[in-house]
């Protein structure tokens, strides 16, 4: 492993299952530390939610998030404790980049915690339960799709809105807009169309009132330039400033995430290794579409960990 050309990525929203972190905790006092302050510094027991569910609300969206940053952000801290290699680069796809802003110091990961939890719930909140949702068009080009949600906006408002892979976009926006568009995409020959199960249209236009409310939070914390290069989803570029960051976030709720164009600026900069931190491998198979050729790792529970930690040894 070539340390100089690895970068970090962190999982968002969907990654998230009853029971992840609890190795990790149970073995490691890094990752026991990381729940202890999360629970604290939110004045509630997200590591028993993360540990013991119920399912059900765990995927609540007010919770996911801050579980998932405070269970890969427990990865991560093992991970340096044990010797991880400083990345080239990180990133993160959605709430991930919350992690990856950690992982790079911009802000603490207390402020980090807090955030992503009113996230959470200022996004929940932009759009009545019931009214938006998401759905992943599988098999077309992102341009197409683009093009299948401006003709289906005479209905209502749909975008596409996580850029993932080739032949994976996800789209979102009200039912009606949804509905146009999955008609369109099976009519211009899309492998599938896949209802998502979450309870909002995140990064459409929708979540623009998401979007503000958060900002007044972002202005109120501490946010310093990244000691790590970070690519932004919002721009698919790196961002230098902790200025730059906060637009960043701001953007990224009712914004495109740009995570295909995120992979291959890293590749393009001689990135060849990257390593997914946190629960499940969902970026592990986004970007072997992006980049067959990419070696890629995973970390996310005793194995996984004790498995690279034992090929960086191999390979001095």
């Known amino acids: 492993m070539n340390t100089m050309n690895t970068a970090f ?4 929203q969907g990654a998230q299952y009853v029971g992840m972190g609890r190795e990790l905790y149970l073995n490691y006092p890094e990752a026991a530390s990381i729940f202890k302050r999360a629970d604290e510094a939110l004045g509630l027991a997200i590591s028993r939610l ?3 569910g119920p399912e059900e609300e765990l995927q609540k969206t007010a919770v996911t998030q801050p579980a998932v940053l405070t269970t890969s952000t427990a990865c991560l801290e093992v991970f340096k404790k044990e010797g991880a290699p400083v990345p080239s680069a990180v990133a993160g796809h959605s709430l991930g ?4 802003l950690v992982a790079a110091g911009s802000f603490t990961f207390e402020d980090a915690v807090r955030l992503v939890r009113k996230r959470g719930q200022y996004m929940q909140e932009a759009v009545p339960l019931g009214t938006g949702g998401m759905a992943a068009v599988m098999g077309l080009p992102a341009e197409e799709v683009i093009e299948i949600c401006r003709r289906a906006s005479v209905a209502g408002t749909v975008e596409a809105v996580n850029l993932n892979c080739p032949g994976q976009v996800v789209v979102a926006g009200d039912l009606d807009g949804l509905n146009a568009a999955g008609a369109l995409a099976g009519k211009a020959g899309a492998r599938r169309f896949v ?3 979450v309870s909002a249209p995140f990064h459409s236009r929708l979540m623009k009132p998401a979007g503000e409310r958060l900002a007044g939070d972002l ?5 310093t330039n990244p000691g790590i290069p970070v690519v932004t989803n919002v721009d698919a570029d790196f961002v230098h400033t902790g200025s730059g960051v906060r637009d960043a976030l701001i953007r990224q709720v009712y914004s495109p995430v740009r995570w295909e164009e995120s992979i291959r600026l890293l590749i393009a900069k001689g990135i060849n290794t990257f390593i997914e931190i946190g629960p499940g491998k969902v970026l592990s198979g986004l970007i072997k579409k992006i980049c067959r050729a990419a070696t890629i790792y995973h970390i996310e529970d005793k194995k996984s960990l004790e498995k690279i930690l034992a090929l ?3 390979v001095g």
């Open 97 to 100: 980049e919350y992690t990856a």
């Open 219 to 223: 202005e109120s914390i501490s946010i």
């Open 9 to 12: 990525v962190f999982p968002g």
């Open 50 to 52: 993360c540990f013991e």
């Open 195 to 197: 209802p998502l199960p």
């Open 312 to 314: 960086m040894k191999e």
